[in-house]
């Protein structure tokens, strides 16, 4: 089961308005001892949003959607969802009776259609405003501005995977490479990578941009009791390759 965000909104795919989500997705997983494994960004088109969540309904993966479940006419997330799951849209009791529990608004017509999810919904609690969000299966809908959303999906995470928190544990380390190419690197990260079953290698490379040497990030992920002896291979690696290293800051 992996974990995908999707990210709704043509005014974030036109560079309108930053997107805040994806940075914060990730920060809030990692305290969980989770992980994002994807992420996608999707103009307001319904075709292109009911396509996407019919597939990635199927794929059996925890989702979490933000954006686009409100009631004006950019707003395309609620029918795409129930058009990707093939059910109807419906007013939900628990989501009306939040709205309707306002009391500094009237609760009309429209308002009320922010509480119409797919049929076979589950709502998510909004604490900001009481407008909630919607599960479906394990894809989850919250609203686009960070203030509501972000505690809605820790609510969601407590609620309903606290099992699967911190079940592989996962250290990193790395080093800074000087005087080698990525391709003579290689096949170090394919050795270490194939003593170490459980790292996965990384090297970022950074073109000495804003006046920082040249230079390659060389490092491994994974099985923390791994990750001591693969990073000293890659150091050990390095100097008889011709390189120099240097500690990570």
């Known amino acids: 089961m992996g974990i995908g965000a999707i990210i709704i909104g043509d005014e974030i795919v036109r560079g309108k308005r930053e997107d805040k989500h994806f940075a914060k997705l990730i920060e809030i997983l990692r305290a969980r001892g989770m992980r994002l494994d994807w992420c996608q960004y999707l103009g307001d088109k319904p075709g292109l949003i009911t396509a996407t969540l019919r597939r990635t309904l199927a794929s059996g993966d925890i989702v979490f959607s933000f954006g686009g479940i409100g009631a004006t006419p950019d707003d395309h997330t609620r029918q795409c969802a129930a058009d990707a799951a093939g059910v109807e849209l419906a007013l939900h009791p628990d989501a009306e009776a939040a709205i309707r529990s306002r ?9 009320l259609k922010m509480g119409e999810f797919p049929r076979g919904s589950r709502i998510i609690p909004n604490p900001y405003n009481r407008i909630p969000g919607f599960s479906l299966a394990d894809h989850h809908f919250v609203p686009g501005f960070p203030v509501m959303a972000w505690p809605m999906v820790e609510w969601v995470l407590d609620r309903n995977y606290s099992h699967l928190f911190h079940r592989t544990p996962e250290a990193d380390a790395s080093i800074i490479v000087y005087e080698l190419p990525e391709s003579t690197i290689t096949p170090l ?6 003593r170490f079953t459980g790292l996965k290698s990384f090297s970022l490379p950074s073109m000495g941009e804003a006046g920082v040497r040249r230079h390659i990030e ?3 992920r994974g099985l923390p009791e791994e990750v ?3 990073i000293e291979q890659m150091k050990a690696g390095v100097a008889a390759l011709g390189g120099r290293w240097e500690e990570k800051p």
């Not at 009391?103 to 308002?111: A, G, S």
């Not at 990260?189 to 194939?194: F, I, K, N, T």
């Open 103 to 111: 009391t500094d608004m009237e609760v009309t017509p429209q308002r």
């Open 189 to 194: 990260m394919l050795e270490v990578e194939s």
């Open 218 to 220: 060389l490092g491994v």
């Open 228 to 230: 001591k002896p693969a």
